[in-house]
C-alpha cells in the first residue's frame, strides 16, 4: 500500500460501541470484529479519503509512540482492513 494514496472505507458495515470497542458486524461475509483502542480512531478515520501517512501524523499527534512502531501498527491495521475489503 502507498504511504501517500488516499484510502476510505467502501463497505457499509454494521458497528456498534460498546466500553470503547467498536463491535462490527459484516453480514455480507457473516464474520464479526471487534476494534479496540486506536484501532477506533483509525476506523473513524477511515470515514472520509485519507492516506496513510496522514492516519500516523495524526495519531502521533495524539499517542506518544515511535514513528516506526506507529506506522507498523497502522500499516498492519490496514493490511487487515484490505484483506476484508473494507478500503
Known amino acids: 500500500m502507498e504511504m501517500d494514496k488516499k484510502i476510505k472505507l ?3 458495515i454494521n458497528v456498534t460501541e460498546l ?3 467498536k463491535v462490527m458486524v459484516d ?3 457473516g464474520k464479526y470484529f471487534i476494534i479496540k483502542g486506536c484501532g477506533n480512531d483509525i476506523w473513524d478515520m477511515l470515514g472520509n479519503e ?3 501517512n496522514e492516519i500516523i501524523d495524526k495519531l502521533l499527534s495524539e499517542y506518544d509512540v515511535s514513528r516506526e512502531e506507529c506506522t507498523q501498527s497502522v500499516m498492519d ?3 487487515k482492513m484490505e484483506e476484508y475489503n473494507f478500503i
Open 77 to 79: 491495521f490496514l493490511g
Open 10 to 12: 467502501t463497505k457499509d
Open 27 to 29: 453480514f455480507e461475509t
Open 19 to 21: 466500553d470503547g470497542e
Open 50 to 52: 485519507i492516506s496513510p
